[in-house]
C-alpha cells in the first residue's frame, strides 16, 4: 500500500492527537479496512475494529450501533461523494477524523489504477468544520500539520510551509 512512502509524519502527528483527545484503553470503531495505523493504535491499547470496506456512501450500517463510543476516521471522508451520510448516522458520541486540506497548488489525489483509491473531496478547514456542524458534531479541539516531502521543485518547498491534514475531535451535539 505505501511502496516507499510509509507515511511515518501522518502516523505519529495523528496518534498523538489521538491520545490527546481520547486515551487509551478505547473500544474504537474504525472506518476503513484494516491498515497500518489500526495496528499502531492497537500496540497503543485501543480496542480496534475496522469496517469491512463497504461503500459508506450507500451503507452506513456499521456506524448506526451504539458498540462503540469512538469512531476513527483517517483519511477517509475525503473518499466519499457524500461523507454527510455516515457522519450524521454515527452513534458513538465521539468522532476523531483526519482529512486532506485543499491546496492551491497541486490537483486532488487520483490513482489512475484503484477506483476507490481517489480524492472527491479534498478540505478547507472550514468546509470541514461545516460538515461537522450540519451533520451533527461539535468540534473540542483541531490540529494541521505540514507533509514535506524530499523532492526538489516549487511545490514540495511549499509543502514545507502550507498545512496538509487537519484533525478533528468532535463530539455529538445530541445523542441518538
Do not use: C
Amino acid at each position: 500500500m505505501y511502496e516507499n512512502s510509509f507515511p511515518n509524519k501522518r502516523y505519529k502527528e495523528t496518534l498523538a492527537f489521538l491520545e490527546a483527545n481520547v486515551p487509551a484503553p478505547e473500544q474504537v470503531l474504525d472506518l476503513g479496512v484494516k491498515n497500518p495505523f489500526s495496528e499502531i493504535m492497537e500496540k497503543h491499547n485501543y480496542r480496534v475494529q475496522n469496517t469491512e470496506g463497504e461503500d459508506l456512501d450507500l451503507n452506513t450500517k456499521a456506524v448506526e450501533t451504539n458498540a462503540y463510543n469512538v469512531v476513527t476516521a483517517f483519511e477517509i471522508f475525503e473518499h466519499l461523494v457524500s461523507p454527510y451520510n455516515v457522519l450524521s448516522n454515527i452513534k458513538a458520541n465521539k468522532l476523531v477524523a483526519t482529512v486532506p486540506l485543499k491546496l492551491w497548488f497541486s490537483s486532488a489525489y487520483r490513482s489512475k489504477t484503484d477506483m476507490r483509491d481517489r480524492h472527491y473531496h479534498e478540505f478547507e478547514d472550514w468546509q470541514f468544520d461545516w460538515l461537522l456542524e450540519k451533520a451533527g458534531w461539535k468540534i473540542i479541539s483541531r490540529k494541521k500539520w505540514t507533509n514535506p516531502v524530499n523532492k526538489l521543485g516549487i511545490r514540495p518547498v511549499l509543502r514545507y510551509f502550507t498545512p496538509r491534514y487537519y484533525a478533528v475531535y468532535a463530539e455529538r451535539i445530541v445523542s441518538r
